[in-house]
């Protein structure tokens, strides 16, 4: 079967760097996607994924290894406006978007 | 402000109600989706739409009916519902659903069945 595995909860410090883990078993692959979701709103898009490496945009950092089925999420200078939960999702052969259960992340003064 | 609008944010229901939620795009996206998200469980796809022609379903209990008169709107009709139901309900879209497009998602019906 298809899978995404990611932490469910994780506690950073403010002003801190967190890096957020996702691991992946899925029917072939054609990208990786990151969102944010606070609580009670929309998921975000925050980055995307086809190739191998780091994809930077401004604090979030996103990193990509296909060989290990392998992303993680990077946020720096954490601020509490931060706390979210910060979702995973690979799209398969098929072009479908399998999703992790998401990280809740929870920023501390 | 992702573009994508849902009505009403938060529903209340009986197992013999019928209710209708709703979905509106703004960005010119020809792709639709709903999707179930319960605490601490993935996003469930349960419905896609691509050019009004729905491509997708994910085996979804026929309680649940959707609906796309257009590109730009997306209902689901519920009826006879259980209380495992309950959960948030999130509309998205994007341009098209065969390629790699970002999803954009609106904020959500919370539902709940009583």
């Known amino acids: 079967g298809q899978n995404i595995d990611q932490p469910t909860e994780m506690t950073a410090t403010e002003g801190a760097i967190v890096q957020i883990n996702c691991t992946y078993q899925?029917?072939?692959?054609?990208?990786l996607f990151w969102y944010q979701q606070h609580a009670g709103e929309a998921p975000t898009f925050l980055s995307y994924?086809?190739l191998d490496g780091l994809e930077e945009k401004g604090r979030f950092s996103s990193f990509l290894s296909r060989s290990k089925g392998y992303s993680y999420l990077l946020l720096k200078e954490l601020q509490m406006k931060d706390s979210a939960s910060y979702l995973c999702?690979?799209?398969?052969?098929?072009?479908?978007?399998?999703w992790g259960a998401g990280t809740k992340l929870i920023i501390k003064p | 402000e992702t573009g994508v609008t849902q009505t009403p944010r938060h529903l209340v229901m009986g197992m013999t109600n019928k209710k209708s939620l709703k979905c509106e795009q703004h960005?010119?996206?020809?792709?639709m989706y709903w999707y179930k998200q319960s605490a601490k469980k993935p996003l469930e796809l349960m419905f896609v739409?691509?050019?009004?022609?729905?491509?997708e379903n994910n085996s979804v209990p026929s309680r649940f009916s959707p609906e796309c008169p257009n590109s730009s709107h997306l209902f689901l009709h519920l009826h006879t519902l259980q209380p495992e139901d309950s959960a948030l309900y999130l509309c998205?879209?994007?341009?098209?659903?065969?390629?790699?497009?970002?999803?954009?998602f609106g904020p959500g019906t919370r539902l709940t069945v009583l």
């Open positions: 998205a879209s994007s341009r098209s659903s065969g390629e790699a497009d970002t999803q954009y």
């Open positions: 960005l010119g996206h020809n792709a």
């Open positions: 739409y691509n050019f009004k022609e729905q491509t």
């Open positions: 899925t029917s072939g692959f054609n990208g």
């Open positions: 994924n086809v």
């Open positions: 999702a690979v799209r398969d052969s098929n072009y479908q978007l399998i």
